[in-house]
C-alpha cells in the first residue's frame, strides 16, 4: 500500500510503466477471453502467463498472499457447491457416466471432478491480471483512462474515491476490532461460541458502516463547494499518455484476442474433457 493510502503500490516494472488505459484493455480482453472457454489447456496456459507477468509486475508477496488464500477459499467452496448440488452435471456435457464416489442420493462421477478441476481453474486465472490491474494502477490515473476511452467523469471519479476509501475502510475496521477486543470480547475461534463470536461482529460492522455514511456526506460536500459536475468535461492531474509501449502492448493484446476468436470458432468450441 502507498503512502497515500491507496492500493496502488509504487514500482518501476513494466505494469507500472504502461497507462491505465493499456491496463484497462488487458484486464477486459484477458476477462473475456476466460469467459469464453471452458478448456483446462486454454487455462493452463493463460495460468502461465499470468504467473509470468505477476512476477515482472514486482508486486510484494505479502501483497498476493492475502488475496491467493481468498481465491482458494472460494474455489473450495464453489466445489463444494458444485459436487452437492450437481453431482453428476459432467454427464450433461460429455455424455459418459463414470461413476466414483458414493454421496447417498447421488455419485459423484469422474466427468464432474474434471469439470471442477476446470472451472476452479478458470476463476483462478482472473486473479494475476485483477491484482497487477489493482496494485499497478493509481486510482487517480485509472479514473482518467475510463474517462478517455469514454466514461463519464463522474462514473470514472465515483470509481476513483471508491478505490481510494478501501484502505481507510480496512484501517477503520482494524481500529474498531482492536477496541472491541480490548473490551473482551471474542473474535476468534477458540475464545467463544460460534452464535457468540457472529454477534460480536455486528459490534464492528455498525459502527463501520455509520463512518462510511458520515465520510460519504463529507466528501459529497467538498465535491459541491468544488462544483464538481458543473462542467461538461473536466481535467485530470494524473493522465498518462500513452507512448510506444503502450501501443505495442495494445496491438499484441488485440492480436492475442484475435487468436482467442479464432480458436473458439474453429478449434475448441466446448468443454474439454480428455479421459
Known sequence: MSRAQTLYIEGDSIFHK???VSKILLFVLWTMITVMFLDI???IAMGIIGAIMLYFSQIPWKTIKPLLWIMVVFNIINVIFILLITPQYGTELVGTNTELINIGYAYINKETLFYVLTI???YAVLMPITVIFIFTTHPSEFASSLNKIGVPYKIAYAVNIAFRYIPDVQREYKDILNAQQARGLAFHKGEGKALEILKNYTTIFVPLVSSSIKRIETVSN??????F????KRTWYSYKKLSGLDFTFIIG???AFAVAVYLKNNIITGFYYPL
Open 229 to 232: 459536475g458543473k462542467k461538461r
Open 120 to 122: 476452479s481453474l478458470k
Open 253 to 255: 493484446c488485440i492480436i
Open 41 to 43: 489447456r486454454v487455462f
Open 222 to 227: 467538498a465535491m459541491e463547494l468544488r462544483s
Open 18 to 20: 504502461l497507462s491505465g
